[in-house]
Structures are given as structure tokens and as C-alpha cells.
């Protein structure tokens, strides 16, 4: 509230007002003998970082489907799967090769097009999943640490955590979000829309909590482990289903 939606309107503006690539857009928009222009580069620079998280957590998703394809979600190896060089940059190869295919369509023709119905798959998904959860034996104890407040950890550094979440979680800084913002049209109401991104990225960053913090508990794994969390959690829920569907 503080600072992302007051700067998702920032960016949505710039966007709209420029009309263009994030590498010009400042350009564009600068006054005579400014120098914001050099943002531009920044931006692209800041994308090219992300890529190098991105494609390779991708490339980890990609990788667990093939194996859960081939039977095998019961000992999917998080730990033997990232020490293993080979694995990790064949996959990270197949989802640069699958989003370069996807924006060849352009942004409408090809990433909103794919992402309307990926979202919509993923939301039932994780909505599915924490509803599972909630009802695996020793849920409640991960339910109470999700959810039961502990102020001595309010802290400073907890505050700067927080809005550097903030900046991640909502694509700030690195000229994504003035790239969709090249795309409103005329009438679109920006605060609204900044407004609806910044609460639906929170609840799906809640539901997620949801879905893998109980099963943490209910399986002994540490909620400190990071994010291996995901990795370790969930397959071994759709395990824990799957075996006692089996049984039944």
C-alpha cells in the first residue's frame, strides 16, 4: 500500500506516456539536455539479471513435471537435482527455447494469451492444493506459525525484507511493469488497476502460504530451509495423495 501501488502507478504511466521499450522509454520522455535516458540501460541490465533466477527455477519446474510424467514424484531429488550441472542447464536451454516461442507472438498475441489460462490453472491449482494441506495430520501447527503474529520480529530489517519483497514480487524497477503500462489503452484506470494487481498478488502470495507451510509441519521439514521449501513440500503432498488414493 505504502509502495508498490504508488509505484505501479508510476511505472503503468510511464509506460503509457512513452509508448515504447523500456530502453527508450526514459529517452523519450526527458526534457532537453536531461540525462535520464541512461535508466533505459539499467532496466535491461536489471531484466538480464532476472533471467539468470528465472530461467533456471523454470527450468526446475519443467524438470519435476518431466519426472513426475515418468512416475517418479515420490523421489524427485531437489538437493541431487541443483548439483547437477547437466540437468539444470538443459532445462534452463528448454524454457529460454519455449519463452523465446511463446514472444515471438508478441506481448498480446503470445505472453497474455498463454499466461490468461496458465494463471487461471495455476490459481485452482494452489487453491486445491491448500485446501489438502489444511487437512493433512499435524496441519495446525504450520497454520499457527503462518498465522499467529510475533511482534518481537518486527524488527528493522524485517521492515527492509518486506519492501524488498515488494520490489520482487511485483516486478518493480527492471522496466516489466512500464512495459505492460506501453499497452493500456487511453481509458484505462491506472491506480485501479495497480490497485487489483497489489491485492491479487498478495492473496495468491497467501494461498500459497497456505498450501505449503501445513504440509511443511505435517511432513518434519524445516520452514527455514528456503526455497527448496516448494520443491520438497508440495511433491511430497501430491506423493502423500496419490499413495493414499492407492490405498483406498
Known amino acids: 500500500v505504502i509502495l508498490g501501488i504508488p509505484a505501479l502507478v508510476l511505472e503503468f504511466s ?12 526514459y529517452r523519450k520522455l526527458e526534457k532537453p539536455g536531461q540525462k535520464w535516458g ?6 535491461l541490465l536489471g531484466n538480464i539479471a532476472l533471467m539468470a533466477f528465472y ?6 519446474i519443467i524438470y519435476y513435471f518431466v519426472q513426475f510424467l515418468r512416475g ?4 524427485l531429488g531437489f538437493s541431487a537435482m541443483i548439483s547437477s550441472p547437466s540437468v539444470n542447464v538443459f532445462f534452463l536451454l528448454v524454457t529460454v527455447v519455449i519463452a523465446f516461442f511463446i514472444l515471438s507472438f508478441n506481448l ?12 487461471s490453472a495455476l490459481l485452482v491449482l494452489m487453491l486445491a492444493l491448500a485446501v489438502h494441506s489444511l487437512f493433512l495430520k499435524g496441519s495446525g501447527e504450520g497454520m499457527t506459525f503462518y498465522l499467529k503474529p510475533d511482534f518481537s520480529k518486527l524488527t528493522p ?3 527492509l525484507s518486506a519492501l524488498g519483497q515488494v520490489f520482487f514480487s511485483l516486478s518493480l524497477g527492471t522496466g516489466a511493469t ?4 506501453a499497452y493500456l489503452g487511453k481509458n484505462q484506470n491506472i491506480p485501479k488497476s495497480a490497485a487489483s494487481i497489489a491485492f491479487f498478488d498478495t492473496m495468491v502470495a497467501m494461498i500459497a502460504g497456505f498450501a505449503i507451510l501445513p504440509a511443511v509441519f505435517a511432513f518434519g521439514f524445516s520452514p527455514e530451509s528456503g526455497p ?13 495423495t496419490h499413495l493414499r488414493a492407492h490405498e483406498t
Open 14 to 25: 510511464i509506460g503509457r506516456a512513452a509508448q515504447t521499450s523500456p530502453l527508450f522509454m
Open 157 to 159: 530489517g524485517a521492515f
Open 38 to 43: 541512461i535508466f533505459g540501460w539499467f532496466c
Open 108 to 119: 498480446q498475441g503470445g505472453l497474455e494469451r498463454v499466461t490468461k489460462y496458465m494463471m
Open 228 to 240: 527448496s521449501l516448494m520443491f520438497q513440500t508440495l511433491p511430497a503432498a501430491v506423493s502423500y
Open 178 to 181: 512500464i512495459t505492460y503500462g
Open 55 to 60: 530461467t533456471v527455477v523454470c527450468g526446475w
Open 72 to 75: 517418479k514424484n515420490g523421489s
